[in-house]
């Protein structure tokens, strides 16, 4: 499928919550989408974006989605991603995040939507995918990559929100992991991101 654009890339931000790292992007200016598990309850929370250090906070959050949207102070040079209506069926995604280990590079991976109405270990409404990256180890880690987003044709659908690794009722040496879905975002934003309808090509 091919590595991640760049300007993916520059729209995708490491966050530091509490000592722990996560994985947020840009929906709008001066606003990121993560996972409302990562943030909940968080005391230090800050953003790598576009190069510059941000001090963030949480603007809104959502339980049952996973979902939570901060806001930062300043500006970056970088555009917000789209955020992608019309999920329907099987389709290839890519996504992007960062290790909670020092010292690792932000990963590029991809796979196959193998249910977009489906539900997680917890119950929630969840995009169930697979990657093969989960069983090559090429994201070895359990921490870092929640919240990174899932790109299918060109437009965010959702973020991981089920940490690479942690264990569920469908085993991550599988390679199925899940993400939660975007369409929660924008009653939860105060500004109007970029919709995109998108029409992938089918996979049998």
């Known amino acids: ?25 840009l929906v709008a200016p001066n606003r990121i989408a993560t996972c409302h598990h990562l943030v909940e309850g968080a005391k230090e ?27 930062f102070e300043g500006s970056v040079d970088v555009k917000p991603l789209p955020l992608a209506e019309g999920l329907q069926g099987k ?11 020092a010292g690792t590079p932000a990963r590029a991976f991809d796979g196959v939507v193998l249910n977009p109405a489906a539900r997680d ?3 929630r409404r969840a995009i169930q995918v697979y990657s093969e990256a989960t069983i090559k180890g090429l994201i070895p880690t359990r921490q870092g990559f929640c919240g990174s ?5 060109g437009a965010v659908v959702g973020h991981l ?8 009722d469908l085993d991550q040496s599988y390679g199925v992991i899940y993400a939660a879905p ?23």
């Open 161 to 168: 929100t089920m940490e690479l690794g942690e264990s569920n």
């Open 45 to 71: 929370l800050s953003a790598s974006l576009g190069g510059k250090a941000l001090k963030a906070s949480v603007l809104a959050s959502d339980l049952e989605s996973d979902v939570a949207v901060l806001a």
């Open 149 to 153: 987003p899932v790109w299918v044709d």
């Open 1 to 25: 499928m091919g590595d991640v654009p760049d300007s993916w890339k520059a729209a995708t931000a490491r966050l530091s919550v509490s000592g722990r790292t996560g994985t947020g992007y």
């Open 182 to 204: 975007v369409d929660a975002l924008p009653s939860l934003l105060d500004v109007e991101p970029e919709v995109r309808a998108i029409s992938p090509v089918a996979i049998d």
């Open 91 to 101: 389709a290839e995604f890519r996504g992007f995040g960062f290790s909670a280990e």
């Open 121 to 123: 270990g917890k119950g």
